[in-house]
């Protein structure tokens, strides 16, 4: 086994949890939930700001 086939088998330890299974960097029974949350905590866009311009310049 040469070096770089050492250092392999040594993350491949490391990228496990206690248990034993690899750990996961894409779960994709959360990603809805993430994606909601983001788009939840957006400040929305209002179009008061627009309306309000457009009664003043009419008067």
Known sequence: ?????????????????DNGKPFTIDNTDNKDQVIEESIASKPEISTDNQDDTESTNSK
């Open 1 to 17: 086994m040469n070096s770089f086939e050492f250092k392999l088998k040594q993350l491949e330890r490391l990228n496990r949890d």
